[in-house]
C-alpha cells in the first residue's frame, strides 16, 4: 500500500492529508491545517510551513507527495507570496527524499468533481462520497484530501 502525502499550499492555512492507496482501494490516514501567525513576518510563517510539513513527514512517512501548482490570478504580488508557501512545503518534503508531483487546480478538480471548474463545495461533497472515514473540517483540509485522491488515481492509469 502506498502512503501520498496531499498538500493545498498557502501562506495562513497549508491544508495536509495522508491517505493510503492500493490498485481501487483508498483508506483515510490523517489529515490537517498548518497555521502560521498572519502577524509574524514572512519568513517566520515560511518556517513553520516548513518545520510543520517536514513534522508530518516524519510522523506519517508518506511514499509520495501531491501539490497543487500556483495559479497566476490578478494580484501578481498574492501569487508570488502563495509560490512562497508552496515552496516551503516542497522544500520540507524534499529533504526526506519523497518524490513530488504537481498538479494543476482544474486537474484535480477534473479527477474529482468531473469538472475543472468545480467550486469548493463540489470538490468537498465528492471527499465526502470518496472518502467517508475523513471529516475535513476546512475547505483546505478537504483540498488537501482531494489532491491526494487525485494523484492516487492519476498514478494508477499512468503507474508512476
Known sequence: MKRILGIDPGLLHTGWAVIESA????????????????KSPLPERLAVI????????????PDECAIEITFVNKNPTSTLLLGHARAA???AVGTKNIPVYEYEPTVIK????????ADKAQVAAMVKILMPAAAPKTADESDALAIALSHSNMSRTLKM
Not at 518545520?51 to 512517512?61: A, G, L, R, V
Not at 474529482?112 to 471548474?117: P, Q
Open 50 to 61: 516548513f518545520n510543520e510539513i517536514s513534522k508530518i513527514c516524519d510522523t506519517w512517512s
Open 23 to 38: 490498485g481501487s482501494e483508498r483508506r483515510y490516514v490523517a489529515s490537517g491545517v498548518v497555521l502560521p501567525n498572519a
Open 110 to 117: 477534473k479527477a474529482i468533481a468531473c469538472g475543472g471548474h
Open 89 to 91: 512545503a516542497m522544500c
